[in-house]
């Protein structure tokens, strides 16, 4: 499960979100999710995120970064 998902960015400028959520089940859960993007840069700052666990899960991510 992913909160913000973005894929082939560059310059991408992820600020001030909330991401929250109450989430099941045995997934992995990430936050805010960067995936694929060579020689690309980012700016990630200010951002909030919130899960409430009601299952297992198998790994949880508040930033990943692929």
Same mark, same amino acid.
Request: no cysteine; hydrophobic share 35%.
């Given at each position: 499960?992913?909160? &913000?998902? $973005?894929?082939?960015?560059? +310059?991408?400028?992820? %600020?001030? !979100?909330? *991401?929250?959520?109450?989430?099941? /089940? @045995? #997934?992995t859960i990430?936050?805010?999710? &960067?995936? $694929?993007?060579?020689?690309? +840069?980012?700016?990630? %700052?200010? !951002?909030? *995120?919130?899960?409430?666990?009601? /299952? @297992? #899960?198998?790994?949880?991510?508040?930033?990943?970064?692929?």
């Amino acid at each position: 499960m992913y909160g &913000l998902y $973005t894929i082939y960015q560059n +310059n991408l400028q992820v %600020s001030n !979100n909330t *991401v929250t959520g109450t989430i099941g /089940g @045995t #997934t992995t859960i990430y936050g805010i999710y &960067l995936s $694929t993007a060579v020689n690309a +840069n980012s700016t990630i %700052s200010g !951002n909030i *995120v919130n899960f409430v666990f009601t /299952g @297992t #899960t198998q790994s949880a991510y508040g930033l990943y970064i692929a």
